[in-house]
């Protein structure tokens, strides 16, 4: 799997949009950027993820660059319970080999 | 139940002593994966099951760690001769590896070790 950058640490208002970006300027045309959160003391939880085009669902939105080199998760309004690791991984879509996770941003929600 | 179920929940062991942790993923799911987070770190790679195919067991930090998943089902992971730094939780996530769904993991509530 390509390697991903993360700033380590982000803080964001309560109520306003939080942008958590990662690079992956080594990723291969047949990787997809997925992103998973792990709130205190839970297991991971998966969030979103994308090829090349913006995605969206019920939690966030996914930007990813033209280059496909990075990509940028929205959380249109964020909320105290969204203050949780946050973590960026590229893998192939539905590929057969361990998933290995860097060691993401952690997103404090102030109120 | 729906979700990935890890026992026990918590597990406190003596040094030197052999431990095993269970998980039951999704009813099939083919993928089967362990990790370890040890307090305030990320998450470390263990093993990973798929299918028939052989496991992917380079994230065993050594030999004192082992896992099964006896008919593509229920994992165990063995540590034995427990250390120190072994205290960790311990999750597993299990995943359907197919190109119609979105290959998502599905992480249980994970075991939490810890070694006096």
């Known amino acids: 799997d390509a390697k991903t950058t993360q700033p380590t640490s982000m803080d964001c208002a309560e109520g306003r949009a939080a942008n958590l970006p990662c690079n992956h300027s080594?990723?291969?045309?047949?990787?997809?950027v997925y992103w998973y959160r792990q709130i205190h003391s839970q297991g991971p939880q998966y969030i979103i993820h994308?090829?090349?085009n913006n995605e969206t669902n019920e939690m966030a939105s996914l930007i990813i660059t033209e280059d496909r080199k990075s990509s940028t998760l929205i959380l249109p309004h964020a909320t105290l319970r969204d203050t949780a690791v946050y973590y960026c991984?590229?893998?192939?879509?539905?590929?057969?080999?361990?998933?290995?996770f860097g060691t993401g941003t952690r997103l404090t929600i102030i109120p | 139940g729906a979700g990935v179920s890890q026992s026990p929940s918590n597990k406190v062991t003596e040094k030197g002593k052999d431990v095993e942790l269970r998980c039951d993923p999704i009813?099939?799911?083919?993928?089967l994966y362990w990790y370890r987070q040890s307090l305030g770190q990320g998450l470390e790679f263990l093993i990973y099951?798929?299918?028939?195919?052989?496991?992917?067991k380079s994230g065993l930090p050594s030999d004192r760690f082992s896992a099964e998943r006896t008919g593509g089902s229920v994992s165990t992971l063995t540590i034995q001769r427990t250390q120190q730094e072994d205290s960790a939780v311990y999750l597993c996530?299990?995943?359907?590896?197919?190109?119609?769904?979105?290959?998502?993991?599905?992480f249980g509530e994970g075991s939490r070790l810890t070694v006096l």
């Open positions: 996530a299990s995943s359907l590896a197919s190109s119609s769904n979105t290959g998502e993991l599905f």
């Open positions: 080594t990723i291969s045309g047949n990787e997809y």
């Open positions: 994308g090829l090349k």
């Open positions: 991984i590229v893998r192939r879509h539905f590929g057969n080999e361990k998933l290995t």
């Open positions: 009813s099939g799911h083919t993928a």
């Open positions: 099951f798929q299918g028939n195919s052989a496991p992917d």
